[in-house]
C-alpha cells in the first residue's frame, strides 16, 4: 500500500481562526514532508521531519506550527493566516537512508483564507 | 547547487501522437530522477523513477532513461490517450548531503492536454 492520506480536503478559515491539517501513512516510512503548492507551480518545500524530529524548516512562517506525534502521523497546525497563504497543502511522506528516495504524496488539503 | 530544468509548456497532443517532454538537470552528487504526475485536483502521483546511469524508467506506457553524459531524463510516450492530460513534473533526490536530507528538487512542471 503506497497511500497518504490527508485531512480535510477542502478548508476555508479567516484570518483569525485556528485549524489543523492532517496527514497519515502506514508504509513505515520515517521520513514526512509538508510542501505547499500554488496554482500552475511545482510545490515548495515547507518542513520535513525524520524519526519524528523537525530536520528542515525551510523558513517557514511561525503562523505555521508542524508537529509529528508518532511516526505515522504528521499536523500541521495554521493560526493568523494571511490571504496568501491560500495553496493547496501536500503531504509526502518516504524512507530515510542512503540512495535516492522516492516520496510518496497524499492528495493534499486545499485552503482558502478569507 | 541542484536543480531540474523542465520544457516550456502547455504541450498540445492528438490522441495516439508521440510525447516527448524534455528535462535536464544539473547536480552535485549522484542524483535519483523521478517523473511525478498530477491529474487536475489531485496530489502528486509517482510516475517513473531512475537511480543510477543508464536506468530506464517505466510504467503506464511511460518512459525516460537516466542519462549521465547529457544530463537528461526526457519523458517519452509512444502513443498518448486522453487521459493522460495532466501536468507533468520532473524531479530529482540527491541523497548525499545532511542539509539537503530528503529534499526532492522539482522542474516548473508541462501541461499536457491530449484532444480526441
Known amino acids: 500500500d503506497t497511500e497518504v492520506t490527508q485531512t480535510p480536503k477542502h478548508l476555508v478559515m479567516g484570518m483569525t481562526n485556528k485549524k489543523s491539517l492532517k496527514c497519515e501513512q502506514h508504509?513505515?516510512?520515517?521520513?514526512m514532508y509538508w510542501y505547499k503548492q500554488k496554482a500552475k507551480k511545482p510545490p515548495e518545500l515547507m518542513f520535513v521531519y525524520s524519526y519524528e524530529k523537525l530536520s528542515i524548516n525551510e523558513s517557514v512562517p511561525s503562523r505555521f506550527s508542524p508537529e509529528c506525534p508518532n511516526s505515522s502521523l504528521l499536523n500541521l497546525h495554521l493560526h493568523a493566516l494571511q490571504p496568501e497563504d491560500s495553496a493547496l497543502y501536500l503531504c509526502?511522506?518516504?524512507?530515510?537512508?542512503?540512495?535516492?528516495?522516492?516520496?510518496?504524496f497524499g492528495p493534499g488539503t486545499r485552503l482558502t483564507v478569507t | 547547487g541542484n536543480s531540474v530544468t523542465q520544457m516550456e509548456g502547455p504541450v498540445t497532443l492528438s490522441e495516439e501522437a508521440f510525447l516527448t517532454i524534455n528535462c535536464t538537470y544539473t547536480?552535485?552528487?549522484?542524483?535519483?530522477l523521478f517523473w511525478y504526475v498530477q491529474y487536475p485536483g489531485e496530489g502528486l502521483q509517482l510516475l517513473l523513477k531512475a537511480t543510477k546511469a543508464d536506468d530506464k524508467g517505466s510504467n503506464k506506457g511511460f518512459e525516460a532513461t537516466y542519462r549521465k553524459e547529457t544530463t537528461s531524463f526526457h519523458l517519452e510516450k509512444g502513443s498518448v490517450q486522453v487521459s493522460d492530460s495532466a501536468v507533468y513534473f520532473c524531479?530529482?533526490?540527491?541523497?548525499?548531503?545532511?542539509?539537503?536530507?530528503?529534499?526532492?528538487?522539482f522542474g516548473r512542471g508541462t501541461q499536457l492536454t491530449v484532444w480526441p
Open positions: 524531479a530529482l533526490s540527491d541523497p548525499g548531503r545532511g542539509s539537503t536530507l530528503g529534499r526532492l528538487y
Open positions: 547536480a552535485t552528487g549522484y542524483p535519483s
Open positions: 509526502a511522506s518516504s524512507q530515510v537512508g542512503s540512495g535516492g528516495r522516492e516520496q510518496y
Open positions: 508504509m513505515g516510512h520515517r521520513a
